[in-house]
């Protein structure tokens, strides 16, 4: 990710470039971005930075990298970044403790955040759920995965309180499971892949395969929305145009995204980027519109996003389910609609 970094400083160091909303030339405005690396739904930052993008709308960007949503969520209550792409049960998190907006979705998770077990406990599991009480299940807490791990655990008929969850990072579990220390893990792509790859272990059940709609959020620090709402607009653009650029692009994409993965570490295959572009929907403009309008009820996103506060507050993890309403907003989309100028910008390349 070294270069990718040294890119996000680059930017830093200044660009004089056309703000599209105002048609005028004057300095980008620096934006502090967060994400997780080597993560499909990272990718429009990096095609944005490849591409030169960011200095189209007016945006400098100041990248900051985290293993995870919880310590990505955590630094943003401390102001170290602005806007930025991590987990929906990080985001929820993030709303009830520090104040954290989602702005959007980056993607639909829910094929993609899986239950996996080498092969003789495949075999096994497969063949009798309640195998798997008293087993260790290795995963990230307060993540996707957990949220997706434990959907499957009721899927299949098994009490939390019957396995142990063993807490590390995605990178501690490849290992862990790769040496032979570890049968059954709850991971997210790409390292689904690298599992399958590595130690051969197979899918025992994904978020997808219990119902349970696992959403990637777009967020925002409350103190940056109030500062600079116009800016968080044209991040939306930013990022909107990278997945509709993606979408009719979809062989050099893929290539990027290779070098993508590999700057942050991962070594992954052109079959498994084939799967990560498969499995992962994605959204416009109209799209996330649609998705967030809650003029008449609660809209999708808040119905996704209430089911994954319930999760976190049958696990402890929250004291009580915030309310959607209360930290999910679409004023920023609409922001981006209303702008002729930043509208067509995003959604350049959409498939008419």
């Given amino acids: 990710m070294k270069g990718f970094r040294r890119l996000g400083m680059?930017?830093?160091?200044?660009?004089?470039?056309a703000a599209l909303s105002s048609g005028g030339v004057r300095a980008a405005d620096q934006i502090g971005v967060s994400y997780q690396p080597s993560l499909y739904w990272a990718l429009p930052f990096y095609y944005a930075t490849q591409k030169g993008w960011w200095k189209e709308v007016g945006l400098s960007p100041n990248f900051?990298?985290?293993?995870?949503?919880?310590p990505?969520?955590?630094a943003g209550a401390s102001g170290s970044w602005d806007v930025g792409g991590t987990g929906s049960v990080p985001a929820v998190l993030g709303a009830a403790r520090f104040n954290i907006e989602t702005i959007g979705i980056t993607n639909d998770e829910s094929k993609a955040n899986a239950l996996m077990a080498t092969p003789k406990e495949y075999q096994a599991i497969k063949a009798d759920p309640t195998k798997l009480k008293g087993q260790r299940i290795l995963l990230t807490t307060n993540s996707t995965v957990d949220y997706?791990?434990?959907n499957c655990l009721d899927k299949m008929g098994v009490k939390q309180s019957d396995v142990q969850f063993v807490n590390l990072g995605q990178a501690?579990?490849?290992?862990?499971v790769t040496s032979g220390n570890g049968n059954i893990a709850g991971v997210w792509a790409p390292n689904t892949y690298t599992l399958q790859d590595r130690a051969k272990a197979e899918y025992l059940c994904s978020g997808a395969d219990t119902g349970a709609m696992v959403p990637g959020a777009l967020v925002v620090t409350a103190d940056y929305a109030k500062k600079s709402p116009e800016n968080v607009a044209k991040f939306l653009a930013v990022y909107?145009?990278?997945w509709s650029w993606a979408k009719s692009h979809q062989a050099e994409a893929k290539k990027m995204a290779l070098a993508f993965y590999k700057e942050g570490g991962?070594?992954?295959?052109?079959?498994?980027?084939?799967?990560?572009f498969k499995l992962r929907p994605v959204f416009s403009l109209d799209e996330q519109l649609k998705l967030m309008d809650n003029s008449k009820g609660p809209s999708e996103v808040d119905i996704w996003f209430s089911n994954i506060g319930k999760y976190m507050t049958s696990v402890n993890t929250l004291s009580s389910n915030p309310d959607p309403k209360s930290y999910i907003t679409d004023k920023y989309m609409k922001m981006v609609a209303a702008d002729p100028k930043l509208r067509a910008f995003a959604t350049e390349f959409d498939q008419k």
Avoid: H, K
């Fill in 148 to 150: 997706a791990a434990r």
């Fill in 266 to 276: 991962l070594e992954a295959t052109p079959e498994a980027m084939d799967q990560e």
């Fill in 72 to 74: 990505q969520i955590a």
């Fill in 64 to 70: 900051s990298t985290f293993p995870a949503g919880a």
């Fill in 240 to 242: 909107l145009r990278g």
């Fill in 10 to 17: 680059t930017l830093v160091a200044g660009f004089t470039a």
């Fill in 172 to 176: 501690q579990i490849i290992t862990a």
